[in-house]
Nanobody
Framework: QVQLVESGGGLVQAGDSLRLSCAAS????????MGWFRQAPGKEREFVAD????????SYADSVKGRFTISRDNAKNTIYLQMNSLKPEDTAVYYC????????????WGQGTQVTVSS
């Protein structure tokens, strides 16, 4: 079955950096666009960034643009989220998700990894 497993979360101070990883299995990874989402306590899940199957195109939420970078390594079936200049408002559970390249719907989700940014 399809599995998406996030890692790399933790507790950091404002201004620090973290890199999240998401390892995928059970799917033809290079056929899937992938994304990162996050959910803060008491808030709805929100889009953070996504990347096309080839890595040739990326998009970001305005709140993270210029600070976060999404990337992928199709040889390792893994996507990454490099997070720089972290702010307390970035505190959330971060989820990776996958969708077939021509589908607007994310079909597969990971279990999430907690990122906590202290001020």
């Amino acid at each position: 079955q399809v599995q998406l497993v996030e890692s790399g979360g933790g507790l950091v101070q404002a201004g620090d950096s973290l890199r999240l990883s998401c390892a995928a299995s059970g799917l033809t990874f290079s056929s899937y666009a992938m994304g990162w989402f996050r959910q803060a306590p008491g808030k709805e899940r929100e889009f953070v960034a996504d990347i096309t199957w080839s890595g040739g195109s990326t998009s970001y939420a305005d709140s993270v643009k210029g600070r976060f970078t999404i990337s992928r390594d199709n040889a390792k079936n893994t996507i990454y989220l490099q997070m720089n200049s972290l702010k307390p408002e970035d505190t959330a559970v971060y989820y990776c998700a996958g969708r077939r390249s021509r589908s607007p719907t994310y079909a597969y989700w990971g279990q999430g990894t907690q990122v906590t940014v202290s001020s």
